[in-house]
């Protein structure tokens, strides 16, 4: 009788471990079964924000959950990346986040409160978009080469802007400079809408700048473009040639977006939540609304995502060591 019991007792325990074990599996299978938050670090109205809210919303019609945008906004994106970094890692927290908090920061600040590929796991890419390089209307330069010979021919005279010193288009222009040996004088900006006014203006000659912002002052006119920082030409404007093809080795500055999760996040969650995106991704609507802000609907694999993002960080040491910018 004692043996016997005994041996009920452990196929009870084994039992019980295997029902606590599945109880976590199922769970996931089920996911989403309640509200889930996407933390971004823009203020509400701006390109990713609009962005966001429009993926909230067609991943509440694919599941019958709620999704909501947390607005996060300040500290070049810590303010957001942290947070999300320190939500429970069940997948009912998510960062939608860009190239500049991911990225840039590991290598701009000394201290950072986040690793990007060790504090987050890389769900899916959003979109990806070039830098446009633009010029004010008075600056006699049509293209690259004209550039560098005007700029050459008068050292230290000519100036451009950016949202500020560390940020994607200030390091993409200090990785031009040495890559072409400019002098040129840079102006940091609290936001590209100043550095566009002055730009437009003539205080300053030159800009990066991304789609949603440049675009539409490129087609009205207000603004000359010269170039295109991206591998093969944009299909926002394919009569202008890419940097590469003007003539400047393997130049290459875009602004992503995409999907992260806190360390830790059950692989199934992220699977699922990799296989809504795409499907939203896929939706025209929504690819529409997301070209309409400067970028093209990427998409892909969690594990091709993670590649692309630790090339991204790497990329951008090297601009930041160039540009000698620090924020701490």
Not at 197 to 224: C, E, M, T, W
Not at 270 to 282: D, H, I, S, T
Request: aromatic share 6%; hydrophobic share 45%.
């Amino acid at each position: 009788m004692i043996k016997r019991y005994f041996r009920l007792l452990a196929a009870g325990s084994a039992l019980a471990g295997c029902l606590a074990s599945a109880a976590p599996a199922l769970a996931q299978s089920d996911y989403p079964g309640k509200t889930v938050r996407i933390v971004i670090g823009t203020p509400p109205g701006d390109s990713a924000d609009a962005n966001a809210r429009s993926l909230a919303t067609h991943l509440a019609k694919l599941t019958g959950q709620p999704f909501y945008v947390d607005n996060k906004p300040g500290a070049h994106g810590i303010i957001a990346a942290e947070a999300a970094k320190n939500a429970a890692p069940d997948g009912y927290t998510v960062l939608l986040s860009t190239g500049g908090p991911m990225a840039i920061n590991p290598s701009l600040y000394k201290k950072l409160p986040y690793d990007t590929l060790k504090s987050f796991e890389p769900i899916v890419s959003m979109s990806t978009g070039p830098l446009y390089l633009v010029v004010n209307n008075d600056l006699p330069v049509n293209n690259v080469k004209d550039l560098v010979a005007y700029a050459k021919a008068h050292p230290g005279k000519l100036s451009y802007g950016s949202g500020g010193s560390g940020t994607t288009q200030h390091l993409a222009m200090e990785t031009l400079k040495k890559s072409m040996g400019l002098d040129m004088v840079h102006v940091p900006y609290k936001g590209s809408p100043l550095v566009l006014q002055d730009l437009i203006g003539g205080q300053i000659q030159l800009a990066f700048d991304a789609g949603a912002s440049i675009l539409p002052q490129i087609r009205n006119g207000k603004v000359r473009l010269i170039g295109v920082a991206s591998d093969a030409r944009s299909p926002n404007t394919p009569d202008m040639p890419t940097l590469i093809e003007q003539g400047v080795p393997a130049f290459r500055a875009v602004v992503w977006s995409g999907l992260f999760a806190p360390a830790g996040t059950p692989p199934a969650v992220v699977a699922k939540l990799n296989e809504m995106v795409n499907q939203a991704l896929r939706d025209p609507a929504f690819a529409e609304q997301m070209r309409a802000q400067g970028g093209e609907p990427a998409g892909g694999s969690s594990a091709d995502f993670r590649v692309f993002v630790a090339a991204e960080i790497a990329r951008w040491a090297k601009a930041v060591a160039v540009s000698g910018a620090t924020v701490d």
